[in-house]
């Protein structure tokens, strides 16, 4: 079923007498009961401390939560002149639904800015809410991405894949294109929801991706901010991420074809302002299962390695039969491999024409499990600073490798037609 609108009746008519806000900060939930309420009480804080003289309104935006989310917002003491609006969004059930309702009630309010924050983000301080709202009302920037000081294996589809592919395709440094807290000046927030996307994977977790996306496609004016220490509900990728990995990489290859004629023409990256101070505090390290990674990444070899040797270049393909022989120690990819093998991945998704290719990326999710049990091998013994000038070499070299994806896309259909009969 298509939604014309992700905002409900009582919802609209609240807004409707509302008239106009702001500031719009949104906070998308489902089933967040034990951070949602410390997300609120910061965020409600930060609003009252800095902008006192503002018509702010902080809407929940719950996507049918079975525990107690939506009481715990509810019945949160509220602070005066800040109206608060709890609500269940209407949509495909994901995060994107719900940033879609904060989009459409920010766009009716005609509010200056709209600030976007997880409901799980435990390290959240009302400096969060000065530095996201400043940069769009005061320095006059259109899109803020957040830029945190995260554990170095917190992040793992973003260190190994969405940094790196963003940064080379569409030439801008951003270092958290999925961190999932933005700001958003109202003529951009009304360009998104114009889009007929939110059926699609835009509507869970590809949300963020394509936020970022359109932000740098569109030429708007990007920051970043210093948000210091990111805290959240962490998910260790050989247990939760295989969904959003699928999610993410669907969306962003969909994004290639889409704005082809922008990516093929960038030759290079340019570095993004940061705004607001360093924080200079570490994050909480936690343990990542690097046998279940590996073992999975065998699972799929064993099931896959015949869909996969037709998408990976045969010039790679004994790469990834040797990583299937080696022990735990020794079990570590290259990045110029694992970018090209990635860059197979977008090019072979881009020719498949045959049938749904959201398959093909879910087949190929143990690559990425095994990219993730490279990185942690390879940086083990490193603090987080060296971790992270890693991570920096690495999007180099996949700047670095561009042509290769350029010449694998426009290969053309020959190549890729086996494909059709998986």
């Known amino acids: 079923m298509k939604f014309s609108t992700a905002i409900r009746q009582p919802t609209r008519k609240r807004l409707e007498r509302l008239g106009k806000a702001d500031i719009v900060v949104g906070i998308p939930c489902f089933d967040n009961e034990g951070t949602i309420a410390h997300v609120i009480q910061t965020v409600e804080k930060g609003l009252a401390l800095h902008y006192p003289k503002k018509h702010c309104v902080v809407i929940v935006a719950d996507g049918g939560s079975v525990d107690d989310t939506r009481e715990e917002s509810e019945e949160l003491e509220k602070s005066p002149w800040i109206e608060r609006i709890v609500s269940i969004y209407r949509g495909v059930p994901g995060k994107g639904s719900a940033v879609r309702e904060i989009f459409e009630a920010a766009s009716l309010l005609r509010s200056e800015v709209c600030v976007l924050f997880d409901s799980d983000i435990r390290s959240i301080t009302t400096g969060w809410v000065?530095?996201?709202?400043?940069?769009?009302?005061e320095d006059?920037?259109?899109?803020?991405?957040?830029?945190?000081?995260?554990?170095?294996?917190?992040?793992?589809?973003?260190?190994?894949?969405?940094?790196?592919?963003?940064?080379a395709l569409y030439g801008y440094r951003v270092r958290q294109p999925i961190g999932g807290d933005f700001a958003f000046s109202l003529p951009l927030v009304e360009e998104y929801i114009t889009k007929d996307v939110w059926e699609k994977n835009v509507a869970?977790?590809?949300?963020?991706i394509?936020?970022?996306?359109?932000?740098?496609?569109?030429?708007?004016?990007?920051?970043?901010?210093?948000?210091?220490?990111?805290?959240?509900?962490?998910?260790?990728?050989?247990?939760?991420?295989?969904?959003?990995f699928q999610q993410v990489v669907s969306t962003l290859f969909n994004l290639m074809e889409e704005n082809e004629s922008i990516w093929k023409e960038?030759?290079?990256?340019?570095?993004?302002?940061?705004?607001?101070?360093?924080?200079?505090?570490?994050?909480?390290?936690?343990?990542?299962?690097?046998?279940?990674?590996?073992?999975?990444?065998?699972?799929?070899?064993?099931?896959?390695?015949?869909?996969?040797?037709k998408i990976v270049s045969s010039d790679d393909w004994h790469i990834i039969e040797n990583l299937y022989q080696k022990?735990?120690?020794?079990?570590?990819?290259?990045?110029?491999?694992?970018?090209?093998?990635?860059?197979?991945?977008?090019?072979?998704?881009?020719?498949?024409?045959?049938?749904?290719?959201?398959i093909m990326v879910s087949l190929m999710t143990p690559l990425y499990y095994a990219r993730v049990a490279s990185f942690v091998n390879q940086t083990k013994d490193m603090s987080n600073d060296e971790a992270e000038a890693v991570v920096e070499d690495q999007a180099k070299i996949f700047e670095e490798k561009k042509d290769y994806l350029i010449q694998r896309w426009n290969e053309g259909v020959d190549y890729y037609e086996d494909l059709e009969e998986l």
């Open 266 to 309: 960038v030759k290079k990256s340019q570095p993004v302002p940061i705004i607001g101070p360093k924080v200079l505090v570490q994050p909480q390290p936690f343990p990542i299962d690097v046998p279940r990674l590996i073992r999975d990444f065998r699972i799929g070899y064993s099931n896959y390695r015949e869909i996969w040797k």
């Open 130 to 137: 000065q530095r996201m709202v400043d940069g769009v009302l």
């Open 210 to 244: 394509w936020l970022t996306t359109t932000a740098l496609t569109h030429k708007v004016k990007i920051a970043q901010a210093n948000l210091g220490v990111k805290i959240h509900d962490v998910k260790d990728p050989a247990e939760a991420l295989g969904p959003m």
């Open 204 to 208: 869970k977790y590809g949300i963020d």
């Open 140 to 167: 006059s920037y259109d899109f803020i991405a957040p830029y945190y000081t995260r554990y170095k294996y917190d992040g793992t589809i973003t260190n190994n894949i969405v940094y790196h592919m963003t940064r």
């Open 327 to 358: 022990p735990e120690k020794d079990f570590f990819i290259e990045t110029e491999k694992w970018a090209k093998i990635l860059y197979d991945l977008a090019a072979a998704y881009h020719h498949w024409k045959g049938g749904n290719r959201r």
